[in-house]
């Protein structure tokens, strides 16, 4: 795939705990450029699977190009509660952020008020009797210009790619993640560790509770510049280095394809889903 030659520029703060006020997301990847940017646009491709054990795909996915904004939810309950909490926070998600284009709010005020809006939705219906206890993990990229405004509730991830480079983006809302931050285990340790059970714990959801604060980052748009949205079904089983080597060898089109193929061939326990986003010149 077609990548900046540029090298990748560090994160420049790490993200609050709190969601940022509305005109200020909490990271940047790199000052604007100071010439004046040419037109771009963001590319999309997208693709979701069972992957190889599951019996149904309790993700969701989805985008509007329209008012630019991109979605990928993984849910959590069981059976059908989970496709039901992914389903419902993707489309109320989407449809707020469409509602809101003429407010005069900010693109993040904007992906702040529709990451509520889904929680308040999941939240309503979980406390229907066959959808008690559902939930979803987000993580959401939405336009702003020259950028492109991310936040994340739980463990789906963003992912920057340029220059050949991949980082994450994100921070887990994660028990795992929890005791790597406190000093208890180290990233090397954390695959191996056991856990007892809790691996897949997150600490953050969609629907967990009344009121969700997600975290918030700015990535500054160049032509190339890429990001990866995806589920832990695909980052539990492929690194963000052999990220970097699969999409260098792939197309953009079969870029999302290529990493799910790799994620099951290691064993694809959970369900896969992954959307590639790509600044071009418009």
């Known amino acids: 795939m ?7 520029n560090p994160l420049s703060s790490a993200p609050t705990d709190a969601a940022p006020e509305a005109d200020q997301p909490s990271t940047a990847l790199s000052e604007a450029p100071a010439e004046s940017p040419a037109p771009l646009r963001i590319a999309v491709s997208a693709l979701s699977d069972m992957g190889c054990v599951r019996k149904n795909n309790e993700d969701s996915f989805g985008y509007d190009e329209s008012i630019g904004v991109y979605v990928v939810c993984d849910g959590m309950g069981g059976m059908a509660s989970g496709e039901v909490a992914s389903a419902r926070a993707v489309a109320a998600l989407i449809a707020t952020f469409g509602a809101s284009a003429a407010s ?26 066959e959808h008690k206890g559902m939930g979803t993990t987000a993580v959401a990229a939405a336009l702003d210009g020259d950028k492109l405004i991310v936040c994340n509730v ?7 790619l340029q220059g050949g480079q991949c980082a994450q983006l994100t921070v887990d809302h994660s028990y795992v993640n929890e005791l790597i931050r406190t000093g208890v285990l180290t990233i090397e340790e954390a695959p ?7 691996e897949s714990v997150i600490t953050r959801a969609i629907g967990g509770a009344a009121e969700v604060e997600p975290d918030f980052f700015a990535v500054d748009l160049h032509p190339g510049t890429t990001l990866l949205l995806a589920t832990d079904g695909l980052t539990r089983y492929v690194t963000q280095d052999e990220i970097a080597q699969i999409l260098a060898a792939s197309t953009f089109d079969t870029g999302c394809a290529n990493l799910i193929e790799c994620a099951k061939q290691r064993g694809g326990q959970d369900n896969i889903t992954c959307i590639l986003l790509q600044a071009v010149a418009a």
């Open 2 to 8: 077609t990548e900046d030659s540029s090298e990748l």
């Open 104 to 129: 005069g709010a900010s693109v993040s005020g904007r992906l702040l008020y529709s990451i509520r809006a889904a929680n308040a939705d999941v939240w309503e219906h979980a406390k229907i009797p």
């Open 154 to 160: 739980g463990d789906s991830r963003a992912y920057i």
């Open 192 to 198: 191996h560790a056991n856990l007892q059970g809790m």
